[in-house]
């Protein structure tokens, strides 16, 4: 015998043990008489009546016995309580005494309620027995001869919900028939006197609505969705379907406890797609008793607030499945309850005052968002208010937040603003906008809104808004005419956040990485900035305006910007030379034709000796960088790629002899006519390839990333280059990375590669089902369970998804794989229940094509239920003959029965009926009874 079955055996000694000493308390006193006149004669066969046995004529009466003793002993145990006062945490009830409650609240259930509630309704007594419900005692039997009696059901009933409806804060009594047996009983004699008694029906909805007023929503989903799937006389089910549709949004945590039980989070159960696709499914359909305005409003409400908890990554996953749901039926329901909510925070266009736990959520919910795994979707969040103004909005709080979240909060471990920055990179990489950021450098100084300011609360060391009062808006204006002094130290406070904010801006495109975007920056605002220097140059503007002073103000920032962006990006802004010469001959033409316009403006108030100097070499700023940028274009390029750009390296030359007195550009034209020499490429280079390893190298990146979001759109990244057909990527590397998320902590990420596999097992069956296959064979049993059963995960996901086309060798490799699973007794059991359940899916899917390998799967599945008996120690070993029953059930409900010789069909039967007539576990017997049927209809 086992260890495990040893112990339980020493329990179960433990509680049949008489106490060596009984207190004279009225508790004990109770369960003393209890069992001597009540529960002791009930055990005899004597051959009288169970109920005669202690002196009752009938059903009726046996069961208010029950009753009175449950509300004796009820009223005693509170008494007990409420003396021993708050310090003591003892159980009124002893481990002794606790079989004998729990003995009466059977007797009550079994014969009060279970014997009295109408044929077909509630769920069966043996699904609540489950490995027992063929080994019930006598007394646990109702008499043949028994009448159903609606008015001892409420009887019962009402004596358990007496207890239930009192409010104490410590009841013990009440607290276990809530949780266990007594509370779902109650629950189904009054919707069955509901029904049997509509002249009654005002008071029983007033008394089912304070039992479930009562209980959490996560056990009333669970009880309602039992009792809907076991009850067959459907006329009973109005009132618990009703309910059961509303309960998602009647409760504050509805949506949250639908995800649990769904999910099976909380008996932490494998996540799949398949799960999140039916609470999809479920808040996709509006019941018909709300408003669409009222259910959408309660739900979205409430999908906001789970989306603000960014610690439950599953639950964030799921409701993003969800939103995608709704967006695609009508994008109009998302921007409306979600999306405007988003927005009346971030952009704050009514200038309110938001709290630190307000503006916290919007910004925990748009961390959410950006886990959906829909682009369009996030594209549509980022454009709902614009683009510019999104990004803008963030930049300004991830820019307010370094500079003045000084103290980080208590329970944050990274800096906060970082996260911002960490969002707003996010954002831009999914929908691929980079040039948000070029559109965001002429506003990089901006710490604040017009209207309205972020603020620190200085307890909690969190940010939260507040609108401007006009004395604030008055003196943030930056006034030149002020005192020197005051001018002054605005000037000074004014670069020195030039300097700061430049400083973020360069952080935050370190943190994107991203070679190319760099370049592109750094040329729009060379471009940018020489143009607006040279015009200034020229028009040699001696006033200041309050125009003039914005326009220097930007350009300022522009050459800060520069100067950092050359100091550390120079070897990305260099490495691929053809902007860079267009963008120097393009400003080449620009800055010469301001020098002539100068010049031209000049003529008439100067003498000869300036007609000479405009000779000289021409020293403005903006040439002199051009000239440099040039320059090391030259030296630092491959000589291939210079070779390549003849046409404008031509084009310079040609720009360059405009200043002939210059040695800078006289030497610049020598190297150029040196390149120029050189033999060209042969043309037709291949453009495509190089954007498709662009591609790849991106797709890479966003894979290693820190970030979730990222880590999954590189995936779809590299999915795409496959589908494409792009020679830059292979598809056994981007395998390896779908089987390398495969254990990346985050749901999001890891069901992402799931589905990922499922659609490279279809689009490329050849190469990755074989590969899918190899790993999930293992045959070493290496691999971690959690990794395996995601990999029969995103096999469950392509089995459907080839219908008819799965047959032919795939296959049958498919189901010689699952077949090895299931005969390795020594692997865990929730792997060979999941390979069960893959084989009983090809079965469904099309019994046709695995028709060959039929009666090995046959073998199998009899081969479980023959071989592999219940074991009482070990609670899992029931999970494989149930998977086993299941799929001898589909076997035979899917055409199997012409698929099989005689001989099986006739063997199968045999096993079939044997181990329906002697299985202990309901959940194994039931489909195999059902099986029975089928054989014996046949």
């Known amino acids: 015998m086992s260890n495990a079955s040893g112990e339980q055996r020493k329990l179960e000694d433990v509680l049949q043990r008489r106490p060596d000493f009984v207190k004279d308390t009225p508790l004990d006193s109770f369960f003393e008489n209890l069992q001597r006149e009540f529960l002791s004669p009930l055990r005899t066969s004597d051959g009288l009546n169970i109920y005669e046995r202690i002196g009752c004529q009938d059903n009726g009466e046996f069961v208010t016995r029950c009753v009175e003793r449950l509300t004796c002993l009820h009223g005693l145990a509170v008494e007990r309580e409420q003396g021993e006062g708050a310090e003591h945490k003892l159980l009124p009830i002893s481990l002794h005494d606790m079989k004998f409650f729990d003995e009466l609240i059977n007797l009550l259930i079994v014969h009060g309620v279970y014997a009295n509630l109408p044929q077909g309704f509630g769920v069966p007594l043996q699904q609540r027995q489950l490995s027992q419900f063929k080994d019930i005692a006598e007394r646990f039997q109702v008499p043949g001869k028994h009448v159903r009696s609606a008015t001892t059901l409420e009887v019962a009933s009402r004596g358990l919900y007496i207890i239930l409806s009192q409010d104490r804060a410590v009841d013990t009594v009440r607290d276990i028939l809530l949780k266990g047996a007594g509370y779902i009983d109650a629950l189904m004699g009054f919707i069955a006197l509901r029904h049997d008694r509509p002249q009654r029906q005002e008071e029983y909805d007033n008394v089912l609505e304070k039992l479930e007023s009562i209980q959490d929503t996560y056990r009333l989903l669970s009880i309602y969705s039992l009792l809907v799937q076991s009850t067959c006389a459907r006329e009973y089910l109005e009132w618990p379907l009703q309910q059961l549709s509303t309960l998602t949004v009647r409760r504050d945590d509805g949506v949250a406890s639908l995800v649990d039980f769904v999910v099976g989070l909380r008996d932490e159960e494998q996540v799949s797609i398949e799960k999140f696709d039916r609470v999809k499914q479920i808040l996709l359909a509006k019941p018909k008793s709300l408003s669409n305005v009222e259910y959408f409003h309660r739900l979205f409400k409430q999908i906001y607030t789970c989306l603000a908890d960014v610690n439950r990554p599953v639950l964030i996953s799921c409701l993003n499945s969800v939103l995608v749901g709704f967006y695609y039926k009508n994008k109009r329901i998302v921007y409306d309850f979600l999306f405007q909510r988003v927005a009346r925070i971030l952009f704050n266009v009514g200038s309110e005052a938001f709290s630190e736990k307000q503006l916290n959520d919007c910004f925990n919910v748009l961390i959410s968002l950006s886990k959906s795994s829909s682009t369009e979707l996030i594209g549509a969040l980022v454009q709902y208010k614009g683009a510019q103004s999104f990004y803008f909005h963030l930049w300004v709080y991830g820019l307010f937040l370094r500079k003045n979240q000084t103290i980080q909060p208590v329970e944050s471990e990274a800096k906060y603003y970082m996260v911002v920055f960490s969002l707003l990179n996010t954002f831009v990489k999914l929908t ?507």
């Open 432 to 938: 691929g906008d980079f040039e948000a950021l070029e559109r965001l450098v002429p506003h990089l100084v901006n710490f604040d809104h017009e209207t309205w300011r972020y603020a620190i609360n200085l307890e909690t060391h969190l940010p939260y808004v507040l609108p401007k009062s006009g004395d604030e808006n008055a003196a943030a204006d930056l006034n030149l005419h002020d005192a020197p002094e005051t001018g002054l130290s605005k000037i000074q406070q004014l670069f020195s956040s030039m300097d700061f904010a430049v400083e973020a801006f360069i952080e935050l495109l370190n943190l994107l990485g991203e070679e190319e975007v760099r370049k592109n920056i750094f040329l729009q605002v060379l471009r940018r900035w020489v143009e607006a220097t040279s015009k200034s140059e020229s028009v040699q503007q001696t006033a200041i305006g309050g125009d003039s002073v914005s326009h220097n103000l930007l350009a300022l920032v522009d050459l800060k910007l520069l100067e950092k962006m050359h100091a550390q990006f120079k070897d990305d802004i260099i490495s691929r030379p053809h902007d860079i010469l267009r963008l120097v001959a393009d400003l080449l033409v620009y800055s010469h034709s301001q020098e002539d316009e100068h010049s031209a403006k000049d003529s008439d108030d100067e003498d000869s000796e300036d007609e000479e100097a405009a000779a000289e070499p021409a020293q403005g700023r903006p040439f002199s960088i051009l000239l440099d940028l040039l320059s090391a274009t030259l030296l630092s390029a491959p000589p291939a790629d210079l070779v390549s750009e003849q046409p404008t390296l031509q084009l310079l030359a040609e720009r360059l002899q405009a200043y002939p007195a210059d040695a800078s550009c006289r030497a610049l034209q020598l190297r150029i006519r040196d390149v120029l020499a050189r033999r060209a490429p042969a043309p037709g280079a291949d453009a495509v390839g190089a954007a498709d390893n662009a591609a790849f190298s991106r797709a890479l990146a966003n894979v290693n990333d820190a970030l979730p979001s990222l880590r999954a759109h590189g995936l779809y990244e590299l999915r795409r280059l496959i589908e494409r057909g792009s020679p830059s990527v292979g598809l056994t590397r981007v395998l390896d990375l779908h089987f390398l998320l495969l254990r990346d902590p985050e749901p999001f990420v890891y069901l992402n590669a799931i589905k990922g596999l499922s659609t490279l097992c279809l689009s490329a069956t050849a190469t990755a089902l074989p590969a899918l296959l190899a790993r999930y064979h293992d045959p070493q049993g290496r691999m971690p369970l959690d990794h395996a059963l995601r990999l029969a995960e995103a096999l469950a996901a392509f089995i459907p998804a080839q219908n008819e086309l799965l047959q032919g060798p795939h296959a049958a490799a498919l189901v010689e794989t699952c077949l090895s699973k299931v005969r390795a007794r020594t692997a865990d059991a929730r792997l060979r229940m999941s390979a069960l359940s893959l084989l009983g899916l090809c079965v469904r899917t099309n019994p046709l094509g695995v028709a060959a390998v039929l009666p090995d799967i046959l073998d199998c599945a009899l081969g479980v239920l023959q071989l592999e008996p219940v074991v009482a120690s070990d609670d899992r070993t029931p999970l494989v003959r149930r998977a086993a029953a299941h799929l001898i059930h589909d076997l035979l409900s899917a055409s199997g029965l012409d698929l099989l010789p005689p001989s099986d069909l006739r063997r199968l039967a045999d096993v079939v009926r044997n181990t329906a007539t002697n299985e202990k576990d309901y959940l194994t017997a039931e489909p195999l009874a059902d099986a029975l049927q089928l054989l014996e209809g046949r």
